[in-house]
């Protein structure tokens, strides 16, 4: 609402009369006209323009933020008893505090960071060998239990099938089949009660090898730091039986299976001005090829692979895997890679299934205080993405699980599909987080059907590339860290015709890097 004051002009000039002139507030008007309009109306000489603008200017000026400020103390006044307004206070109080470290609490350092950091100063220094030694001898005695798990589940399956079959076989003879539907009954419970046996078993070693490998760790650097030089510890577990040394003659051990991977690489520069190099390769491969760490009694078979993770853990340049999965946690179409995580100990972050635990709790919880935004909707959508880390794995340290469905089979998804998008969000997410090397499924598919003709293969390829190059050329403007390494992932058996015809459609679409030939006519 709009106020009015009066503004009294007294010139300097003693020979003028003075001036009155209702001005509104608050006034945004030209000074200078305003000025002139009174000059004129008062018959006042030109002379005295200077003198009555500066003392127009002052009046207003000093007015205008009177009145603001009024303003503005009895706006707050009004909101300043309404439960929004603090409810709003305190939760950005709570975001400053958890965001900012400046004003966040202070603290010590948990256990999980002291630990991260000691593993990360060991792991680069003349202790690295012995580490992965330590690891290794876990890991062969881990696979082993499992090996005998599945042994014992798989033999007690096999007598209780040749028990049902021959009591189905005498069922007119005299066993009648309430008798067979409660041998049925306790086949399941004694399956049952051996299966949680074992994995009870299972999971009390993994737990005392990740008790003594932190004791032992910490216990090592403790000697180290005081001795100065890092000594192997007389208490730590034994590994005397561990050949040494580790990594001698790696290149004659490496996986015979890589022998017939397809693969092909490519250095290409992205940017309107300033151009980005990245490296980009394609390869045929199954995708668990790149999570499992090859089962080799030989330890400097399985070293090699443990090495790449170890040293990359807790840096800069973390590997990523996109893997497509379905809108239930934990289904059965990631039960190989659960169990990939399952035959070896997880030192440094919780087991793979407490993580999709966390993961399926957050989205119930999320479900329950939404539930008349999303009614009718599944937990998960096409295009959602949660999150695991590892670091038992090959080649990964961070899992982007997408959710997708049926509609990828087809031929009419484009870019703005909610898998496309959600590969998006994947690479604002590795750019956030310090993943400067990822894997993406280049047809959206890891296994080839009747229906993924050359035709198919070459459009979803196409689509693909295209909105991954818009994604990187975007990358640039979000910050964080630069997708150093990208790689495409088709599925393993594609003929290596339509491997060469999808590895010729990207130097058309990315700029690819080729060094300038100069001949010379002498």
């Known amino acids: 609402m709009e106020e009015s004051r009066i503004f009294h002009y007294k010139p300097k000039d003693g020979n003028l009369a003075d001036v009155s002139f209702p001005i509104s507030l608050p006034n945004s008007e030209s000074l200078r006209e305003l000025s002139r309009i009174l000059l004129l109306k008062n018959n006042l000489p030109i002379y005295a323009t200077v003198d009555l603008t500066e003392q127009l200017c002052e009046f207003i000026k000093e007015l205008n933020l009177k009145y603001y400020d009024e303003r503005t103390t009895k706006l707050l006044q009004e909101f300043k008893n309404l439960p929004v307004i603090e409810d709003t206070t305190k939760e950005w109080d709570k975001l400053i ?45 881990v696979r082993e239990r499992v090996n005998e798990k599945d042994f014992q589940i798989k033999n007690l399956s ?28 306790r086949h399941f419970e004694d399956q ?42 007389k208490t730590s577990p034994s590994i005397s039986s561990i050949p040494s040394p580790l990594f001698s003659n790696v290149r004659q051990n490496q996986n015979q299976h890589q022998t017939s991977i397809l693969e092909e690489s490519f250095t290409i520069h992205l940017g309107s001005q300033l151009k980005q190099m990245h490296n980009i390769r394609i390869l045929s491969a199954d995708v668990m090829d790149l999570c499992a760490i090859q089962e080799n009694e030989e330890l400097a078979d399985t070293t090699p692979q443990l090495l790449q993770t170890a040293l990359g ?27 990939i995580c399952q035959r070896t100990t997880e030192f440094h972050f919780p ?99 009747e229906g993924m003709t050359v035709t198919w293969c070459t459009k ?29 992932l088709l599925p393993k058996g594609i003929s290596s015709d339509v491997f060469q015809s999808l590895t010729t459609m990207l130097p058309n679409i990315f700029k690819v890097s080729n060094p300038l030939i100069l001949k010379s006519n002498s």
């Open 97 to 141: 505090k958890e965001e900012t470290v400046e004003y966040g609490d202070r603290r010590c350092a948990s256990d999980e960071e002291l630990f991260a950091t000691a593993y990360h100063k060991l792991v680069h220094s003349p202790a690295l060998e012995t580490m992965l030694q330590l690891e290794c001898m876990y890991a062969i005695s």
């Open 313 to 339: 853990l807790y840096s800069n340049d973390l590997c990523g895997l996109v893997l497509m999965t379905d809108n239930v946690i934990g289904s059965r179409l990631c039960k190989e890679f659960t169990e």
């Open 351 to 449: 087991y793979i299934d407490d993580q999709l635990e966390r993961v399926s709790s957050t989205v119930q919880k999320y479900q329950t205080d939404n539930t008349a935004k999303i009614a009718n909707s599944k937990h998960l959508q096409p295009g959602d993405v949660y999150i695991t880390r590892h670091s038992n794995l090959a080649q990964v340290h961070v899992i982007f699980h997408m959710v997708s469905d049926d509609s990828l089979y087809g031929n009419d998804i484009n870019s703005r599909h909610p898998v496309v998008l959600g590969l998006r969000n994947i690479l604002k997410s590795a750019c956030s987080n310090d993943v400067t090397f990822l894997t993406i499924p280049l047809l959206l598919q890891y296994e080839m059907s």
């Open 460 to 488: 979803r390829a196409e689509l693909v590339f295209k909105c991954v190059k818009g994604f990187m050329i975007e990358m640039a403007s979000w910050g964080g860290s630069d997708l150093k390494n990208l790689q495409f």
């Open 158 to 185: 096999e007598k209780q099938t040749e028990e049902m079959s021959q009591a189905v076989d005498q069922l007119e003879v005299g066993i009648t089949e309430l008798e067979i539907n409660e041998m049925a009954t």
């Open 192 to 233: 049952s009660f051996l299966r949680v046996q074992l994995t009870s078993e299972l999971e009390t070693i993994k737990e005392t090898q990740r008790r003594e490998y932190r004791e032992w760790l910490m216990q090592m650097l403790e000697e180290s730091q005081a001795s100065n030089s890092l000594l192997l510890s």
